[in-house]
């Protein structure tokens, strides 16, 4: 795989002609054979899970419950101690317990562990923290598999345009490649989109997005660090609370609403963007994240998108997607999802779970010969909520293109457990400068 910088970086125009280039790229590809061929049905699949935790666990399960042909057959981890707890929340299902069929020998621990669960399955499962995705999307595509990918895809631009290769890549061994966005397998938000793209309520002018929440994994007391552990080992224990690993709240886990702006769009890039963000209460240990932070983004036919991401206990919360357009609006609340204007409409159809439906979909089009590939947006929905994060630590107006072109460059590259890893302070935006 060549190096991040060496690849031609895209620009807004390349991903405008993304959904052409998609569809073109189908009709060639379609009768070029996969490296794993299962259309016949009856072929087991052997599912492997990288990261043991609650969303990875999840998913090991809505993969098996996906297709009753598969199996798990090896697991994960950079900790020891999380694949017990996983594999026995799995083995609890009745529905799947017979076909968790880990044995010792398939139980990988370590920074490494990833490579030896892609090469012992043909499905893998990708949830480990962020900061390491593009790693493992690469060595999943160049092994032939078909990937369930948790997003974000990447927390910098090097991880960005590795991530790029790989989906590119993917696309010509005809691998399946379904992302993590789960509200894009929701049936209701899927009618709601359809409608917002079919000019039901006219031309999009403004979509509002909010992820308000409280704190999402809290950093350990300090206590909890014995004199054995590495600074790496005890900020991958706290993953979430470092921007390298985890890639701030909004890029892992208001992307979901950063998707829907994305979404609203037809997944075209915003020109530039601009934000105001900070970090309110004082972080527990040496956590770098903001608390919050808005959003400006502004698309070359003048229309805009913003997001509101805060997390912070004690405060108001919602999860939110408002479409201002022409000739009417369109929401997705709690209250349902609906769109007013040359016509009321609400939402009543089925409601199966997204997170099901992401890996039934996955599964049936692999057995179909016809693999998904979620690649492009993936990627994109993923820097554009990079480059809000940039905006907001820096202060700065972001453009797409500068992004783009930018050498930002957070993890390491194939760390060891003794790898010297920095404390980065919590940005100050005006002083703070990305790369």
């Known amino acids: ?30 009768g070029f054979p996969s490296a794993q061929a299962f259309a016949a049905g009856n072929d087991i699949l052997k599912v492997g899970l990288i990261g ?117 890549r993917a696309k010509e061994k005809n691998l399946a ?33 909010t992820y308000l929440t409280g704190p999402v994994k809290p950093m350990q007391d300090e206590s909890a660090r014995t004199k054995e552990m590495t600074d790496l080992e005890w900020q991958m224990r706290n993953w979430y609370n470092f921007t390298w690993l985890s890639g701030d709240g909004l890029v892992e886990q208001a992307v979901h609403a950063v998707d829907w702006i994305a979404w609203s769009k037809g997944d075209v890039m915003p020109v530039s963007c601009t934000a105001v963000g900070g970090r309110q209460i004082p972080p527990k240990g040496r956590s770098n994240l903001f608390d919050h932070i808005e959003v400006n983004y502004l698309w070359g036919d003048g ?21 201002l357009a022409t000739e009417g609006q369109g929401d997705v609340t709690r209250r349902g999802v609906t769109t007013t204007g040359k016509e009321k409409w609400k939402y009543d159809g089925p409601t199966p779970n997204m997170y099901q439906v992401e890996h039934d979909e ?16 993936l990627v994109s929905s993923t820097a554009l909520a990079i480059m809000g994060r940039m905006a907001g630590y820096t202060g700065k107006e972001i453009t797409w293109e500068g992004m783009m072109n930018s050498d930002e460059r957070m993890v390491p590259e194939t760390p060891n457990w003794d790898a010297p890893v920095k404390w980065d302070p919590v940005p100050l935006p005006g002083i703070s400068k990305t790369e």
């Open 1 to 30: 795989m060549p190096h991040p910088n060496d690849l031609v970086l895209p620009t807004r125009r390349d991903f405008l002609k993304t959904g052409a280039m998609a569809g073109l790229a189908g009709g060639l590809l379609a």
């Open 52 to 168: 043991c935790g609650g969303r990875g666990t999840g998913a090991a399960n809505q993969a098996l419950m996906a297709d009753p042909k598969t199996q798990l057959i090896a697991v994960g981890d950079a900790f020891a101690d999380a694949i017990e707890p996983s594999l026995n929340a799995l083995k609890s299902q009745k529905d799947i317990a017979e076909r968790v069929v880990v044995d010792k020998d398939h139980q990988f621990v370590g920074l490494d562990a990833y490579r030896h669960v892609i090469d012992a399955c043909d499905v893998v499962v990708l949830a480990s923290p962020p900061g390491f995705r593009p790693e493992h999307l690469a060595y999943a595509v160049e092994h032939g598999k078909h990937i369930f990918c948790e997003k974000p895809v990447a927390t910098d631009i090097a991880g960005i345009k590795s991530a790029m290769e790989s989906v590119r």
């Open 177 to 209: 490649l379904v992302a993590g966005f789960c509200w894009r397998y929701d049936y209701a938000k899927r009618a709601f989109f359809e409608r917002v793209l079919n000019g039901a309520i006219g031309k999009p002018l403004c979509t509002y997005a």
């Open 303 to 323: 229309t805009r998108g913003f997001i509101a991401q805060r997390q912070m206990p004690g405060c108001y919360g919602e999860n939110n997607c408002y479409v």
């Open 362 to 377: 996955l599964f049936k089009s692999i057995r179909d010969g016809k693999p998904i590939n979620d690649g492009d947006r």
